[in-house]
């Protein structure tokens, strides 16, 4: 499978390079995506996550991008709540390959259904966004049900 992919933690942006990768692996609970389109944030290559898995190895080369939008192409043993063909949104784990490839790996609970009326390239936009906003109101901001919030100007991203 062709995937962008980094091989220095230290080199800039401009090193990407697009080669063949290896076909993801699913793991129990997982999903593969074909991925229709993904978001890329160049900060994501400074992040330590990016470059070792959850055991604290090294990954390299690794594959940038972490939003997604695409079609369930295989679902793993253990994993329910999505079927093969689905439309999906969601957000990769930092640990892991991203989406800057033709299909991603991704943990079923990580991933939503796509409404039909949103095109792909529209859904990749909103994972990012999506979780700032919550960790912003819920995590930060300490709102709870019952609780109402004015957004004043609401500006940015």
Not at 107 to 115: F, G, I, V
């Amino acid at each position: 499978m062709r995937a962008i992919r980094a091989h220095d933690r230290d080199a800039p942006v401009d090193s990407l390079v697009a080669e063949e990768a290896p076909y993801p692996y699913a793991g129990e609970g997982d999903v593969v995506v074909k991925v229709h389109a993904a978001c890329f944030t160049p900060g994501e290559l400074t992040w330590p996550a990016s470059w070792v898995d959850r055991g604290g190895r090294e990954r390299a080369p690794v594959v940038p991008g972490h939003e997604v939008s695409g079609e369930v192409a295989e679902v793993s043993v253990g994993t329910t709540g999505l079927s093969v063909g689905q439309r999906v949104v969601g957000l990769t784990d930092w640990n892991r390959d991203g989406t800057l490839a033709e299909y991603v790996a991704v943990e079923a609970r990580n991933l939503a259904p796509l409404p039909a009326g949103i095109d792909h390239v529209h859904a990749a936009a909103l994972p990012m966004p999506g979780l700032t906003a919550w960790q912003g109101l819920f995590v930060h901001g300490r709102i709870e049900t019952g609780q109402s919030v004015l957004v004043h100007g609401a500006g940015g991203g």
